[in-house]
């Protein structure tokens, strides 16, 4: 992205890890808010938070009334990363490139640190946003964030993600993969700023198919990642998907397919900013920081 | 409980079982459905369901209003016992008479049973809480429910309980265990109900100080059986407080003293009816329950 986006991205990032900082105390029992912190204070993109802010501010609303639904956003985020690290899940020792929770925490405090998170987010958009946003327009940014947070969302994701492991899948269950793990949190973080902001239901559909091409092309950007990066770019373990034996865009279509899909969908992604003369340079960048992305994969 | 608060008591558990399985419809993907319908349908007492809507009918609210909220209730106390149940928890291989959720499962698929439970509940109560109830007052149900299901309710006690493991604990810890561990969940019940039923603020501290005897007392006459029971008296397994070294109050005061506990906790219970001049036979059937109980635990 160009200067002035990564300035305006920059700014937002801040203004979020200061809150996601603020919002958890150490009280008693230390042990657990301490394992919260550690996860959510580890030094992620915070990408989503930011799409939400950004998507909120762009049409209007003020940035306190989005600024405790963004920050609970990451830390669903959070949690599904906590778990998805589990032994019995996808078995993580490194996580934005430093050991995953229950490296250090243990498994049961990784657990209940990452359930703790998932009742902590929803209680910060009731008790953090301010009055001028009415509960009616809270009860639906709610109700959008168990949609991603549960059955609906990125739990059926990683279902079907476990239960595609050694397994040849169709292009179906691919999409439903990368819609369901991925781009659902994007929907998300892009649906609740838009609500938030009171935007009418046609643009808001407009957001959403934004956030689903986005979703998309990061997630195959990601399968790019895992076999084109060393640990130290990743900040994770690479080659994991081949050593989970996961089917991944990449592994079945091949990787210039894959970085061709991703430019196609970026496209996408642009040309309903340009349609809805959406004019944001977060917006744009963060589409054109995966174009030069998979520019340097190889 | 006399015979009228057993056919009562059996007519709203019924309701509430009959909810429980509507509530969750087996859709794709398949595995995370049964793994959820699988401990929530394993035929629990329904005791926390029960109270929250007994609280509302008793202050004048409509079935329909409290029914989804105390069906979450339910939805949340299930998925506290999947993850407690995991083998990196208090590892146990039943629950209610059955295989526990990872026996049956495995364990990624049951920590995402307890986390898609966790997203569903809440969900439950935006969705299917009648039009009648304000938005004001769904929101303050579910910010009682998070404190209840985070750092401020069951998470944190349950760390405190894996810290206390091996250890000798202090009285304050103890007590703090059965706040956090159990009462928590009895106190969001009969809250939620009266909070619904719109009560004003001194009932609703005289309910939550009912919930808190009657919790304390459930806890310690449940320590009891886990002492005086067989496997098929309990549905789960026994002696388990001895063999993970826990501290409990019979393990601190001796079977003797925990039962007169038992007891003087239940007539503070009994108090607070008769002071309110709540004429309730399944509130005093509960309660009633665990005197009659403990008196055959020897």
């Given at each position: 992205?160009?200067?002035?986006?990564?300035?305006?991205?920059?700014?937002?990032?801040?203004?979020?890890?200061?809150?996601?900082?603020?919002?958890?105390?150490?009280?008693?029992?230390?042990?657990?808010?301490?394992?919260?912190?550690?996860?959510?204070?580890?030094?992620?993109?915070?990408?989503?938070?930011?799409?939400?802010?950004?998507?909120?501010?762009?049409?209007?609303?003020?940035?306190?009334?989005?600024?405790?639904?963004?920050?609970?956003?990451?830390?669903?985020?959070?949690?599904?990363?906590?778990?998805?690290?589990?032994?019995?899940?996808?078995?993580?020792?490194?996580?934005?490139?430093?050991?995953?929770?229950?490296?250090?925490?243990?498994?049961?405090?990784?657990?209940?640190?990452?359930?703790?998170?998932?009742?902590?987010?929803?209680?910060?958009?009731?008790?953090?946003?301010?009055?001028?946003?009415?509960?009616?327009?809270?009860?639906?940014?709610?109700?959008?964030?168990?949609?991603?947070?549960?059955?609906?969302?990125?739990?059926?994701?990683?279902?079907?993600?476990?239960?595609?492991?050694?397994?040849?899948?169709?292009?179906?269950?691919?999409?439903?993969?990368?819609?369901?793990?991925?781009?659902?949190?994007?929907?998300?973080?892009?649906?609740?700023?838009?609500?938030?902001?009171?935007?009418?239901?046609?643009?808001?559909?407009?957001?959403?198919?934004?956030?689903?091409?986005?979703?998309?092309?990061?997630?195959?950007?990601?399968?790019?990642?895992?076999?084109?990066?060393?640990?130290?770019?990743?900040?994770?373990?690479?080659?994991?998907?081949?050593?989970?034996?996961?089917?991944?865009?990449?592994?079945?279509?091949?990787?210039?397919?894959?970085k061709q899909q991703t430019l196609f969908l970026c496209n996408k992604a642009y040309d309903i900013l340009k349609q809805e003369q959406i004019k944001s340079e977060i917006l744009k960048g963060i589409v054109s920081d995966i174009i030069m992305g998979i520019d340097k994969c190889y």
């Amino acid at each position: 992205m160009n200067e002035t986006a990564k300035t305006k991205f920059n700014n937002i990032k801040k203004i979020t890890d200061e809150h996601l900082d603020k919002y958890i105390e150490i009280k008693y029992p230390q042990k657990i808010y301490e394992a919260m912190r550690y996860s959510l204070l580890a030094g992620g993109k915070r990408l989503r938070p930011v799409m939400a802010i950004e998507t909120a501010l762009l049409f209007g609303a003020k940035q306190e009334e989005i600024l405790p639904c963004a920050c609970a956003i990451e830390m669903l985020h959070c949690q599904s990363l906590i778990h998805d690290d589990l032994p019995c899940m996808d078995n993580d020792d490194f996580r934005r490139g430093k050991p995953s929770n229950h490296k250090v925490f243990g498994e049961a405090v990784a657990t209940l640190a990452g359930d703790a998170l998932l009742s902590y987010a929803p209680k910060i958009i009731i008790d953090k946003t301010p009055k001028s946003v009415k509960s009616d327009i809270i009860l639906r940014v709610l109700n959008e964030f168990f949609i991603a947070a549960g059955v609906d969302g990125i739990i059926s994701g990683q279902i079907v993600d476990i239960e595609s492991e050694k397994k040849k899948i169709s292009k179906e269950t691919l999409e439903y993969l990368y819609e369901y793990k991925t781009a659902k949190l994007f929907k998300l973080a892009m649906r609740s700023g838009a609500i938030i902001a009171g935007v009418k239901e046609d643009i808001l559909q407009k957001l959403t198919l934004f956030a689903e091409y986005f979703g998309y092309a990061f997630q195959i950007y990601d399968d790019i990642l895992d076999v084109t990066s060393t640990i130290e770019q990743l900040g994770k373990t690479p080659g994991k998907d081949e050593k989970n034996e996961k089917s991944t865009y990449v592994s079945m279509f091949g990787l210039q397919e894959a970085k061709q899909q991703t430019l196609f969908l970026c496209n996408k992604a642009y040309d309903i900013l340009k349609q809805e003369q959406i004019k944001s340079e977060i917006l744009k960048g963060i589409v054109s920081d995966i174009i030069m992305g998979i520019d340097k994969c190889y």
